[in-house]
Nanobody
Framework: QVQLAESGGGLVQAGASLRLSCAAS????????MGWFRQAPGKEREFVAV????????RYAGSVKGRFTISRDNAKNTVYLQMNSLKPEDTAVYYC?????????????????WGQGTQVTVSS
């Protein structure tokens, strides 16, 4: 079981940037694809981005493509989400998740471990 801990959320104005971090422990981090999801109040949790075990492949939701960048440092057991040009509609709790294997999953059911989440609030 992977233990995940997110950090880096906060309150920012529209157009600003934030970088989320997710520290993993408990297993060999580099075996797993890692993803970011988010959940806004009253909405379903949605896929944001995923990165392969090596970091060589990524996939993004259309709503964040070109603004968000997912990356990972396997030596530090950490995955990042750089969020630029933030919009009020990006406001949500952001969750880090470990995939069930190395593939570029986008469905939450394919992620076996989750962090506690970090709040991102973007004001207009």
């Amino acid at each position: 079981q992977v233990q995940l801990a997110e950090s880096g959320g906060g309150l920012v104005q529209a157009g600003a940037s934030l970088r989320l971090s997710c520290a993993a422990s408990g297993v060999t981090f580099s075996f797993y694809a890692m993803g970011w999801f988010r959940q806004a109040p009253g909405k379903e949790r949605e896929f944001v981005a995923v990165i392969s075990w090596s970091g060589g492949s990524t996939r993004y939701a259309g709503s964040v493509k070109g603004r968000f960048t997912i990356s990972r440092d396997n030596a530090k057991n950490t995955v990042y989400l750089q969020m630029n040009s933030l919009k009020p509609e990006d406001t949500a709790v952001y969750y880090c998740a470990a995939g069930s294997g190395p593939s570029l999953y986008t469905e939450s059911a394919d992620f076996g471990s989750w962090g506690q989440g970090t709040q991102v609030t973007v004001s207009s």
